[in-house]
């Protein structure tokens, strides 16, 4: 008869035990959560160097387009540095283009007394 009664009391228990179990489940999963986790800190780190790169990027590729027009070896070189700059920080396809302009830049100021 005992057993009877601790099988009916859990079948009848059961859906709260679940739930409660559940709730249990969850926050021990919250808790858990605070501890170090070293592919969630090396992505959020490489997200924040892709920002900045991508910033320096813009600026080197900006400084690279105006030296086509004016102070060419100037602006130039400082398009090859930043674009350099942001290449290593993780924006690649801006500082290349920063420091392809900018070397083109550099290129056509240095070869132009030749075609005169």
């Not at 601790?6 to 035990?17: A, C, E, G, I, V």
Request: proline letters at 3%.
């Amino acid at each position: 008869m005992a057993d009877k009664d601790h099988y009916h009391n859990h079948k009848t228990d059961s859906l709260y035990d679940k739930q409660n179990a559940y709730n249990n489940e969850e926050y021990a999963r919250e808790l858990a959560a605070d501890q170090y986790d070293p592919e969630a800190d090396r992505d959020h780190g490489d997200r924040r160097v892709m920002e900045g790169g991508k910033g320096i990027g813009w600026l080197g590729l900006i400084c690279s387009v105006i030296a086509l027009f004016f102070l060419p070896i100037v602006l130039g070189i400082a398009g090859i540095i930043i674009g350099y700059i942001a290449l290593r920080q993780g924006a690649r396809t801006l500082g290349g283009w920063a420091i392809g302009i900018g070397c083109l830049a550099v290129l056509i100021q240095l070869l132009s007394p030749l075609f005169w």
